[in-house]
């Protein structure tokens, strides 16, 4: 009879030791990833955002000497006119703005000096309050220069205003 006592007792430690042989380690960690995984798969997701619309720009007429304050300097926008067209060139403020390859144009009517590949103080209007630039004096060569670089603002940067000489509209 002590054998079948032994045998019961034997039989029910075993039951015990099956039962806690499913919470191993390997086994409780493919637990845990698994439950892991699904809630990434089902969490909430966040409501999306919209990005920030820019400020509305209001089209302008601008002299020399108004547009002049628009060279990037004490936090103000980037602007440059091509003829007659004033562009907002913000965006490029690492070509255009202070420190620039081409910051001399910022705030300035920089048709003569696109057209002539030039970048020097002498192809910028002189006199602010006098006529605008009539290009006079340009071969086909740099107009057909000067036209591509008007293409390639148009299609980088929004024109914001015109540029005028002082007294007309």
């Given at each position: 009879?002590?054998?079948?006592?032994?045998r019961?007792?034997r039989e029910a430690?075993?039951?015990?030791?099956?039962?806690?042989?499913?919470?191993?380690?390997?086994?409780?960690i493919?637990?845990?990833?698994t439950?892991?995984?699904?809630?990434l798969l089902?969490k909430p997701t966040?409501p999306?955002?919209?990005?920030?619309?820019?400020p509305?720009v209001v089209f302008?007429?601008f002299?020399?000497r108004?547009?002049l304050?628009?060279?990037?300097?004490?936090?103000m926008?980037?602007?440059?006119a091509?003829r007659?067209r004033v562009f907002?060139?913000t965006s490029?403020r690492?070509?255009?703005g202070?420190?620039?390859?081409?910051?001399?144009?910022a705030?300035r009517?920089?048709s003569r000096?696109l057209?002539?590949h030039s970048f020097?103080?002498?192809?910028?209007t002189?006199?602010?309050?006098?006529p605008?630039d009539t290009?006079e004096g340009?071969?086909a060569?740099?107009?057909e220069?000067?036209?591509g670089?008007?293409?390639?603002?148009?299609?980088k940067?929004l024109?914001v205003?015109?540029?005028?000489?002082?007294?007309?509209?």
């Open positions: 009879m002590d054998y079948v006592q032994e019961v007792v430690a075993k039951e015990t030791v099956e039962l806690y042989g499913l919470a191993t380690p390997l086994n409780l493919l637990i845990a990833i439950l892991y995984t699904t809630y089902y966040p999306a955002t919209l990005p920030r619309e820019p509305a302008r007429t002299t020399p108004t547009l304050p628009y060279n990037g300097t004490n936090n926008p980037v602007y440059m091509v007659g907002d060139v490029g690492n070509f255009y202070p420190g620039g390859p081409y910051e001399n144009f705030g009517d920089a000096g057209a002539c020097d103080e002498d192809m910028l002189k006199d602010l309050d006098g605008l290009l340009l071969g060569e740099e107009m220069s000067l036209q670089w008007e293409e390639r603002f148009l299609s940067y024109v205003g015109k540029l005028v000489a002082k007294g007309e509209k």
